[in-house]
């Protein structure tokens, strides 16, 4: 079972969470191509990464959930998240260059979470039904939506975890 990224519940508004994420680490590859696509190919140098593929030789952990985040129509930041507690001075350097390391300060998110199969439509629909839940509770969005998968590809649709999320500001 992999490790979870750690986080604190500070409230349940019904239709989104509130989290406040510690600071952690991520190793990211940005890739072109479709949304459906985009994981599969970042998949790879990620896993490779974490299985020894960086100058240290170092194996790490597996973790959940694996991030993915549109940053234009036709690209995307796909991310594993690196074990709690992760110093970013001691993650070690990728072989890799497509492969980078991002160290995340603590931050406030909304995250509405969703079960079963996904696809682009589904995420972009809960994102925008996120979205619109954290402003009408009086949060101003920062940056982009984002979306977490917990379960590998080959687990049956109606038993996958998914969650959307957005980092917060709040204005009230």
Do not use: C
Not at 93 to 98: E, G, L, S, T, Y
């Amino acid at each position: 079972m992999a490790e979870k990224q750690q986080f604190t519940l500070v409230r349940d508004y019904g239709d989104f969470e509130l989290r406040n994420y510690p600071a952690h680490v991520l190793m990211q590859v940005e890739v072109e191509g479709d949304f459906m696509r985009a994981g599969n190919v970042a998949f790879s140098p990620l896993i490779s990464y974490i299985s020894g593929n960086n100058l240290s030789r170092q194996k790490i952990a597996m973790t959940a959930p694996v991030i993915q985040e549109p940053t234009s129509s036709d690209t995307h930041l796909v991310s594993f998240v690196l074990p709690n507690g992760t110093d970013p001075k001691d993650v070690p350097v990728p072989a890799n260059a497509r492969v980078t390391m991002k160290a995340m300060p603590e931050h406030l998110t909304g995250v509405r979470k969703f079960g079963g199969g996904w696809n682009e439509d589904r995420f972009m629909s809960e994102g925008e039904l996120l979205r619109n839940a954290v402003v009408q509770a009086g949060f101003e969005p920062v940056g982009n939506l984002y979306w977490a998968r917990f379960d590998p590809p080959w687990k049956p649709g109606f038993l996958k975890r998914n969650e959307a999320l957005i980092n917060l500001k709040k204005v009230k």
